[in-house]
């Protein structure tokens, strides 16, 4: 299996701007998590889903962040519109089921605000 | 509310000595305790964990300790070699049914060859 894949890598854009981030977990994963890492409050959750279903999104900073999972093998995290200090590393990731601990990280997508 | 501290903030050692790394929690009810090691541009990777109904784990050169009473829990890497540096996070999971975790700052580990 491939992981999870994230998509783009990196991502450079102007403030006020919309920023959608991809993502799509290990085959057969039936939870995902958005995470946001910055240097100042390290990895904070920001929303999970369960068999496609938003669990807890108490994590989401503000209403201009949204999240949908459309289907088991997607999903996306979209910021709209966009603020320089949304600037940081999102990561996704997916575990096997509800409950199982073990988490599968992406390799991340490094949003720059300008 | 849930809260995980994790100390040091940064760590340097030379190849072959023994590192340590520290975090204590809030929630008695947290059952569940794994490490993670974050290497420079890549996702956070499992390395170990362990439960509440075990003092000890061990994995080759990397072992965890968890002390319910006093709430803290450990990571130790012995025989250090220059591909254990990297960023290494510890978190627990809350006692409830959310299955969500809650990571501690990171440490960010330097072997010197």
């Known amino acids: 299996d491939a992981g999870v894949i994230q998509s783009p890598r990196h991502e450079v854009t102007e403030m006020g701007q919309e920023v959608t981030l991809r993502c799509k977990p290990i085959s057969g994963h039936n939870s995902l998590f958005w995470y946001r890492q910055t240097m100042m409050r390290g990895l904070e959750l920001l929303i999970y889903?369960?068999?496609?279903?938003?669990?807890?999104d108490s994590g989401m900073p503000e209403d201009r962040f949204s999240a949908k999972m459309p289907n088991a093998s997607f999903s996306t995290l979209k910021i709209q519109p966009s603020e320089p200090r949304d600037s940081a590393v999102y990561f996704c990731?997916?575990?096997?089921?509800?409950?199982?601990?073990?988490?599968?990280f992406g390799s991340g997508t490094q949003l720059s605000v300008l | 509310g849930e809260n995980v501290e994790q100390h040091p903030s940064t760590l340097s050692v030379q190849e072959g000595d023994s590192a340590v790394i520290k975090c204590t929690y809030s929630d008695s009810a947290s059952n569940y305790f794994p490490w993670y090691k974050q290497e420079l541009g890549k996702g956070p990777q499992l390395i170990i964990d362990?439960?509440?109904?075990?003092g000890e784990k061990k994995d080759q050169r990397i072992a965890v300790t968890l002390n319910k009473t006093a709430k803290h829990f450990s990571l130790h890497i012995t025989e250090t070699q220059p591909e254990d540096s990297a960023v290494y996070f510890c978190?627990?999971?809350?006692?409830?049914?959310?299955?969500?975790?809650?990571f501690g700052t990171g440490t960010l580990l330097a072997v010197q060859p």
């Open positions: 990731a997916s575990s096997l089921r509800f409950g199982n601990e073990k988490l599968f």
């Open positions: 889903f369960n068999n496609n279903v938003p669990i807890d």
């Open positions: 362990i439960r509440s109904n075990v």
């Open positions: 978190a627990e999971r809350d006692g409830g049914a959310t299955n969500k975790l809650i």
